[in-house]
Nanobody, 125 residues
Framework: QVQLVESGGGLVQAGGSLRLSCAFSGRTFSLYAMGWFRQAPGKEREFVATISWGAGSTYYADSVKGRFTISRDNAKNTVYLQMNSLKPEDTAVYFC??????????????????WGQGTQVTVSS
């Protein structure tokens, strides 16, 4: 069974940066596409970024493009989300997810097989 554990969330001022990490265990990490989603209070969970299993490709939601960077270290079984120029509207619980299916850059919630417990990111104005 795959386990995902996020870390790195916290409180930051607008314009600041945070780096989230997600540790993967239980299966062969390099065979999974990985993604980050977020959920703000009263809103649905939304796609943020995804990275292919070989780390050759990435894809971002328009709302974070140019500010966030997803990366992975297959030797450390970890995926990262570097968040720069944070805005108050980035405030949410951030979840990492793993996808074993055939979609190269999965963006839908149903495309993912495993989820972490989430980490809170709060951006103050």
């Amino acid at each position: 069974q795959v386990q995902l554990v996020e870390s790195g969330g916290g409180l930051v001022q607008a314009g600041g940066s945070l780096r989230l990490s997600c540790a993967f265990s239980g299966r062969t990490f390099s065979l999974y596409a990985m993604g980050w989603f977020r959920q703000a209070p009263g809103k649905e969970r939304e796609f943020v970024a995804t990275i292919s299993w070989g780390a050759g490709s990435t894809y971002y939601a328009d709302s974070v493009k140019g500010r966030f960077t997803i990366s992975r270290d297959n030797a450390k079984n970890t995926v990262y989300l570097q968040m720069n120029s944070l805005k108050p509207e980035d405030t949410a619980v951030y979840f990492c997810a793993a996808a074993r299916g055939s979609i190269y850059l999965p963006t839908g919630r149903d495309d993912y097989d495993y989820w972490g417990q989430g980490t809170q990111v709060t951006v103050s104005s």
